[in-house]
């Protein structure tokens, strides 16, 4: 079965600084991979996906991530972090009729 | 505009209280799905549908109960409330063909059962 892992239930950056969100998945399928944030009190957005095209995904709000086979993983990272980045970020994988399963999350703290 | 509505936002309530949580969508979408997320954790999958008159249980056991009459409508049910049901739920919906994996998420319902 599928799995994800996210090291770091939090991560601290100060404004301008990079931001990295790490994720590695377990899948015995080529995996479709996939991050989401979520604000307070809201419910979760994409950011972006992976489906087997590109391995660097470019996604909404700067965010990048990029699929490593051979790591098997797929860390979300943005050069400068913005005070509007402070929220939820969930890595989740697909296994297969469309059901997804999710980390455990990592809230970003982003300070001035 | 296309979207996922979710109705209460958020709901306190008694013990062995009926509640229905509500879950629409106009995206056309055939998938929906029910999620509940305990605070600072992850999402769990408890009912899902891939259609009208299709529904089936997710990963995590819950009492709830869901019914998919019409395809934009997946409400969720629970009989008797438990203080064990507080939770955030979370709908969700996609597209039916292949490689059409991804899922739009509603803002969610908080329930506090006391």
């Known amino acids: 079965a599928q799995s994800v892992t996210q090291l770091g239930s939090h991560v601290s950056v100060s404004e301008g600084a990079l931001v990295l969100l790490r994720c590695n998945y377990s899948?015995?399928?080529?995996?479709?991979l996939f991050w989401y944030v979520q604000y307070p009190n809201q419910g979760l957005q994409l950011l972006l996906k992976?489906?087997?095209?590109?391995?660097l995904v470019k996604g909404i709000n700067g965010f990048e991530a990029e699929f490593k086979k051979s790591e098997t993983s797929f860390h979300l990272t943005k050069p400068s972090a913005h005070m509007s980045d402070a929220a939820e970020y969930f890595c989740?994988?697909?296994?297969?009729?469309?059901?997804?399963?999710f980390g455990t999350g990592t809230r970003l703290l982003v300070s001035p | 505009e296309a979207d996922i509505y979710q109705t209460p936002r958020y709901l306190v309530i008694g013990t062995g209280k009926k509640i229905t949580l509500e879950c629409s969508q106009t995206?056309?979408?055939?998938?929906m799905y029910w999620y509940q997320q305990d605070p600072g954790m992850e999402l769990h999958l408890i009912h899902y549908?891939?259609?009208?008159?299709?529904?089936e249980k997710g990963d995590l056991s819950s009492e709830s109960t869901v019914s998919r009459i019409r395809t934009e409508h997946f409400p969720l049910t629970l009989e008797s409330a438990r203080p064990s049901h507080t939770s955030q739920y979370l709908c969700?919906?996609?597209?039916?063909?292949?490689?059409?994996?991804?899922?739009?998420f509603g803002p969610g319902t908080r329930l506090l059962v006391l």
């Open positions: 995206m056309g979408h055939d998938k």
């Open positions: 989740a994988v697909s296994q297969g009729f469309q059901k997804l399963v």
């Open positions: 899948s015995s399928v080529p995996p479709y």
């Open positions: 992976y489906t087997s095209a590109a391995t």
């Open positions: 969700a919906s996609s597209e039916s063909s292949p490689m059409q994996e991804t899922q739009y």
């Open positions: 549908s891939y259609g009208v008159n299709s529904t």
